[in-house]
């Protein structure tokens, strides 16, 4: 297949001038950006779709590889169709535009500005998690069920059920099945949802 170099250059300068108009404040050049950047896409579609050939129309005394291949084709029309419903929208957005606000150009949004400084950090989403994370930590151990640790004690007594270990840090038994409970009472919120 050989490459059409005329071709390729006017695709490659329309997606450089699309590109550069879609990043302007401007409404209306958002819209040209826009309308260059579906015809270098048609162009592209068309170069790639090969040689010219014959209408795809059976014929028996015609061989299968001299047919044009009808993708490409039916792919620009569609893509016709999309960019001029993009195109119209487009038009509505910039008409609505002007008779509000007599301008063209997108303002920043103080909204925007105000999300954009805030921290990146969150205390509640950005924590580390613990490694168990099962809805059921703890294993109960023993045939009477006194011991409900995965590393029992000997020094632990009836009151104490023993401890468990939570990521690198050793917790009591007892403070790791409260932590499965809604509400939990072992940590003391902080601003914003944070632990301290």
């Not at 924590?127 to 809805?135: G, L, R």
């Not at 038994?173 to 509400?183: H, I, V």
Request: net charge negative.
């Amino acid at each position: 297949m050989s490459v059409n170099l005329t071709l390729l250059t006017v695709m490659g300068a329309l997606y450089a001038c699309g590109i550069y108009l879609i990043l302007e404040r401007s409404l209306t050049r958002v819209l040209l950006g826009l309308m260059l950047l579906a015809n270098a896409t048609n162009l592209l579609i068309l170069a790639t779709g090969g040689y010219a050939g014959l209408a795809p129309l059976y014929n028996k005394a015609t061989g299968a590889h001299e047919y044009a291949d009808p993708l490409p084709q039916a792919l620009i029309l569609t893509s016709i169709v999309i960019s001029f419903a993009v195109t119209a929208f487009m038009l509505g957005i910039i008409y609505r535009t002007w008779v509000l606000a007599r301008q063209d150009e997108i303002q920043d949004d103080i909204e925007d500005l105000r999300v954009a400084e805030t921290p990146r950090f969150d205390a509640e989403d950005d924590t580390p998690i613990p490694a168990e994370t099962s809805e059921f930590p703890l294993t109960m151990l023993g045939g009477d069920g006194s011991t409900v640790s995965d590393h029992p004690t000997a020094a632990d007594g009836p009151d104490e059920a023993g401890s468990v270990t939570a990521g690198a840090k050793e917790i009591s038994a007892r403070d790791a099945a409260a932590e499965e409970q809604p509400g939990s009472q072992n940590v003391t919120p902080g601003p914003e949802g944070g632990v301290k």
